[in-house]
């Protein structure tokens, strides 16, 4: 059963602390993009990358921002430090090439307080 | 610069039709998709239109017009369950951007 995994599903943390979400794209998809959706801006791209290299992160903060993929089965987004503003959900998603379909994972629902 | 238009939301009757509007405005074009979106749920992809024409997929069709910049998801035979967030979104070059989504209420 081929499908996105994205953990944790759901985190509370702290302003000020790093938080870390990883994902596992589908086997053989060459594509993962970072999404970030919150009801007042719909899915927000942060982030993609095309085998294993990153294309485009101008969506991101960078200076508290950082994705990476360190190997096929991993890509993993950090935010340090971590801010209220930073609450949503972040969604993984993986594609076979460009112009495919994109699968979802069940995304990582972030609160910071 | 790039600016994907969909209205926000959309109201409907069990049963009937309806078809929500999508234009675009990206520096590329790889192709249209459109994903449906349920209340606390991932996206999940719908239909894909990379030249112009209508494509049907059972109870879904969904047109596109590239010289227009325009496309339009059709429901019919609304069911309850089609309550949900529809989402257009293209592909700009080798990036896949969404639009804010239209929330589809269906009443009885």
């Known amino acids: 059963d081929a499908r996105v995994t994205q953990t944790p599903r759901d985190k509370v943390t702290e302003m000020g602390q790093e938080v870390t979400m990883r994902c596992q794209p589908i086997l053989g998809h060459n594509t993962v993009f970072w999404y970030r959706q919150t009801m007042m801006q719909g899915l927000e791209l942060l982030a993609y990358?095309?085998?294993?290299?990153?294309?485009?992160d101008s969506g991101m903060p960078k200076d508290r921002f950082s994705a990476e993929m360190p190997d096929a089965t991993l890509a993993t987004l950090k935010i340090q430090p971590s801010e209220p503003r930073d609450s949503a959900v972040y969604f993984c998603a993986s594609g076979l090439a460009p112009g495919t379909e994109a699968f979802f994972g069940q995304g990582t629902r972030l609160t910071v307080v | 610069g790039q600016n994907i238009d969909q209205p926000t939301e959309m109201t409907a009757t069990e049963g009937a039709i309806v078809q929500i509007n999508c234009t675009y405005q990206?520096?590329?074009?790889?192709?249209l998709f459109w994903y449906q979106q349920h209340a606390g749920e991932a996206p999940t992809f719908l239909s894909y239109?990379?030249?112009?024409g209508l494509e049907e997929k059972g109870r879904f069709s969904s047109f596109l017009s590239r010289s227009k910049g325009y496309s339009y998801l059709l429901l019919k035979e609304l069911q309850m369950k089609d309550s949900a967030s529809y989402l257009c979104?293209?592909?700009?070059?080798?990036?896949?951007?969404f639009g804010t989504g239209t929330r589809l209420q269906v009443f009885p």
């Open positions: 990206t520096s590329g074009f790889n192709g």
């Open positions: 979104a293209v592909y700009n070059t080798d990036k896949l951007i």
């Open positions: 239109n990379v030249l112009d």
């Open positions: 990358f095309r085998n294993r290299a990153p294309l485009d």
